[in-house]
Every structure is written in C-alpha cells, then in structure tokens.
C-alpha cells in the first residue's frame, strides 16, 4: 500500500443490516488500518467511504442509490476521493452499481471483503472502477484483521453461509452454502480475544446450531459450546442465531452444563402456523418450536427467550396469524424482533400471488407487538427485587446522562439501568466491561431499573483494557456501535437469520 506515511488516508464505514454485516464492517475497518488508513476524524469528509450494504429489506437499493447521489458531489469537490460499496447489495447488484452510479470506485461481494485495500488501490492508479465478486469463499472472514468496536464484548464467527432455503430469504443466494471454521481456529480466536481483555463472546452464524454440518458433526456445536466454558478469562458465551430445526437436545444440555454459557437464547419462530411455517420452507412446525422452549426452561428456568417474528406472509389467514398469537402467549417471550413482511426481489415469496393487503399487515402487526410487550413487561416484572450482576456497557443507555445512571447487561442479557452509588462504591469507579450487583427496582416492557444501592462492584480485566483503550485516541466515522443480541432495544434491518 502507497500511502503517504505523513498523512494517511482517512476512511469511514456506513454499515447496514444484520450482525453479520457489523461483524464484516469490523473486519473492513481493521483491514483498511492494516493497509495504513486512518478513520476520519467526527465531522470531517473522509478519503475513503465503504458501504457495507444490505439487501433483505425492501427498498434497500434505493437508499443506496440516493446515498451514493448525494456523495457524487463531494466527490467532486474532493480530488482523491474514492467510494467502495461491498456486501449482500454488491453481491446481488454486481455492475449494475457502476452503471447507476460511474463515481464509485470499488465494488466488492460478500465473499471477497479481503480485496478492498488491493481494490481500491488499483482502483486509485488505474482510475478505473474495480468491480470483484467472488462466488465462494476463499478467506475465511474471522481470519481477516479486526479492529474490535468493544473492548470488552466480541463477535466470533463460526460459519457463513446457509443450507436452508426459507422463502423470504435472500441470504442463502448471497452468501452462499454453509462454511464451517474448524474449531480449534474459533478457540484460538476466542482465547486471544480474552488475552485482550474481552469477557463476553457472542458466537456468530447465520444458522449458528447447524455448525459441523460441513465436516459432518451433529454434536459440533454443543462440543464447541462446552470448550469455550474451559477458557479461562471468558466470564460470558452467547450465540446467535440457532435454527430451530436444528436444535438439538445436546445444546439444551451443553448450555445448562457450562457455567459461562448464559441462559438467553435468541430463536427466531417467524411464525406460529405449520401452513406458514411450510409456505416460508422452514421444517419444523409449532409443536417442536414449543417442546424446545419447554426443554429449555425446564433446564434453565430463568432463560430469557427472544424471537423474530413475520407477520404477513402470502397467504398467512387470520387463523394463521392466531397461531402465531398462540405460541407468543406459550412461549413467554422476553422480546421480540417483529418485522411486517415485505417482498425482497429476489426471494421465491416475492412472487406469490397472494400477498397480505397492507393494511391487514398493519393491524395484525400492532396486535402483536401489544401481546409481546404485555408479556415482555410480566416477565421483566417479575425480576423486580431480584439481584443480578451486570456486565456494564457502554452507549447502551440512551437516557443514562440525564437520569444519572449507568447501564449494564443481566446474564440473560436483559439490560438494566442502574443507579451507581452504594456505600463502598464510588461511581467514578466504574468502568464499561466491570461488573456490578444490583437489586431490580422497577420494570418496563423493554427494560429493568435498579435504583437501589449498589451491591457490589468489581473490577475487571474487560473494564482496564476499556480504561487503556480510552487514553490511545478512538478513531470516528465508524458507524458501528455495540453489538446489541438478544433484548431487542434498538431494531436492526434484520437480525442474523437462523
Ligand atoms: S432465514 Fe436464516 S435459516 Fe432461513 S435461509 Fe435465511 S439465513 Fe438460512
């Protein structure tokens, strides 16, 4: 790479979409560093912008589009500028995104993230637009330099790609068959990940459970499940998103056995009827949903379940939309990621003839969301006065510099807002990536309160490598921000399927 070691590159990373893309965005940004880019300084236009693009949303192409319009003038203003797009978009889009738009520079696919800083540099001396699209995978994503967004929670992939062909997905044609990693590349990521001084895994696929499906292992993720409960230093294991078709009891067991494995687990339903359920391509029906649940509270009684949830399928009836009602009420969900659907070209329910009238969409989306925020807050009512320890974060409550509180996430990663002050515990103290002990004082749909006294704090080595990040400068212009699974507090374009 040619850049002048004086004055480096700056760059910025607009990210769209599901874990998967933030997980990717992170991969891009320490890539560019390595290649000798810096972030933008806040507020100031960088040299190089890179859309990490998503293309399960209606609509998504649009938005890019007018994006890029409005960068064709900066642009123009800045001589040496360059544009990348990657992602689900460019994979699908491929050239069509040079035609549209003949100022960007680099389009990359899903599979091909490695290429950018070689892209966009040949891209700079042949001033020539560099499209590359690769087809498979050749490198595997987590093998890619990282610059991590928390200093003490991290993503870990383990598969990319998925074998199943649910209807409404775009996945499955973008990012292609499941690829497995082998173990032991996972563990020497998540030990090295704890070297740094990271507490909290979360293990990332879009079909998470089906892992060991390439080298032909049924039990491969529940072993991997127990080895990451024999490193030492990883205080939290969490995983997203499993299958439920794929689950199997040997994860049930896995989960309840290994002390650092939390007792959250995120299972997307999409739907309670077994007719939608068979329209959408998904194999398993209602009752085998419900038996897992009961299997899994019956093993982990205080596990918080969420869900992600499609109302308005083609062809979904009110009776099917009752079903779907049904297994909200049964499974006592603690949240829910609720999405009307919308058609995604490209997808095979796109083209069913009978879509739901929006307005029918629209009404059996707001009675969903009553049910699951009426459940939600009976749940979450019903930890009032319980004691839980908190893994404090960072940029997680919104409203924390006005109310003078700090926030945290529970082991079943509901997210508390907390009080910082206690007899032996001064608040300046505190650090994102320490842990504290709470009393729950008060419950909303969404959240917890613990105004309370505080219990206990203690120091960590997640909260010393936040303190040490804070005194070398954090570069802006990433848009990123912490990972958010399980309690959905802010929605995602979509989460990461399963
Ligand atoms: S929704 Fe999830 S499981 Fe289904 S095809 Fe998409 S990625 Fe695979």
């Not at 079909?207 to 990451?228: H, I, M, P």
């Not at 299958?243 to 002390?259: C, L, N, R, S």
């Not at 058609?343 to 049910?371: F, I, M, N, S």
Request: negative net charge; aromatic residues 6%; glycine residues 8%.
């Amino acid at each position: 790479m040619s850049s002048a070691a004086t004055t480096p590159r700056t760059y910025e990373v607009r990210t769209y979409g599901c874990q998967m893309n933030v997980h990717d965005s992170e991969r891009l940004t320490g890539l560019l560093e390595e290649a000798g880019y810096a972030a933008a300084p806040a507020g100031e236009q960088a040299d190089v912008v890179v859309f990490n693009t998503c293309a399960v949303r209606e609509n998504a192409d649009n938005r890019l589009y007018g994006n890029l319009g409005h960068l064709a003038p900066v642009k123009a203003r800045h001589p040496g500028m360059q544009i990348a797009v990657g992602g689900c978009l460019a994979q699908k889009d491929r050239d069509t995104i040079t035609t549209k738009a003949p100022w960007v520079d680099v389009v990359f696919g899903t599979h091909n993230i490695g290429s950018l800083p070689v892209l966009l540099e040949r891209a700079r001396v042949q001033e020539e637009a560099q499209v590359e699209i690769l087809e498979s995978l050749e490198v595997f994503p987590s093998t890619l330099p990282t610059r991590r967004e928390s200093a003490y929670a991290a993503w870990v992939s383990v598969s990319v790609g998925c074998n199943n062909t649910c209807t409404f997905c775009i996945v499955p044609s973008l990012r292609g068959k499941e690829q497995d990693r082998r173990p032991g590349d996972i563990l020497a990521e998540v030990r090295a990940l704890v070297a740094e001084g990271v507490s909290e895994v979360t293990l990332l696929g879009q079909n998470v459970n089906a892992y060991g499906v390439e080298f032909g292992d049924r039990q491969a993720f529940s072993q991997l499940l127990r080895a990451c409960g024999e490193v030492e230093g990883l205080e939290r294991v969490r995983f997203t998103s499993p299958h439920p078709a794929e689950f199997t009891d040997d994860v049930i067991e896995a989960m309840a056995e290994t002390p650092n494995v939390m007792p959250s687990l995120h299972m997307p339903l999409q739907s309670g009827s077994d007719k939608v359920l068979r329209d959408m391509r998904r194999s398993y029906r209602q009752a085998k949903y419900l038996g897992i649940i009961e299997r899994v509270r019956a093993a982990m009684p205080d596990a918080a379940i969420t869900t992600d949830i499609i109302v308005g399928f083609p062809g979904e009836t009110e009776e099917d939309f009752e079903a779907t009602l049904d297994v909200v009420r049964a499974a006592r969900f603690a949240g829910a990621y609720t999405f009307q659907y919308s058609k995604r070209p490209g997808t095979p329910a796109a083209v069913l003839d009978d879509q739901v009238p929006r307005a029918v969409v629209q009404e059996r989306y707001e009675r969903l969301v009553e049910v699951v925020d009426a459940i939600a807050w009976e749940e979450n009512k019903g930890l009032v006065g319980r004691q839980v320890e908190l893994l404090v974060a960072e940029g997680e409550g919104r409203k924390d510099a006005a109310t003078h509180r700090l926030s945290g996430r529970a082991p079943d990663n509901r997210l508390v807002h907390f009080t910082p002050a206690g007899a032996s515990v001064d608040p300046a103290d505190i650090r994102p990536g320490d842990v504290v002990t709470v009393e729950v004082t008060y419950a909303a749909p969404h959240h917890l309160v613990a105004d309370g006294p505080l219990l206990a704090h203690r120091r960590t080595r997640s909260g010393d490598a936040w303190e040490a990040r804070r005194s070398a400068p954090t570069p802006a212009g990433v848009t990123l921000g912490m990972p958010t699974v399980g309690v959905p507090a802010p929605l995602p374009d979509a989460p990461a399927c399963g």
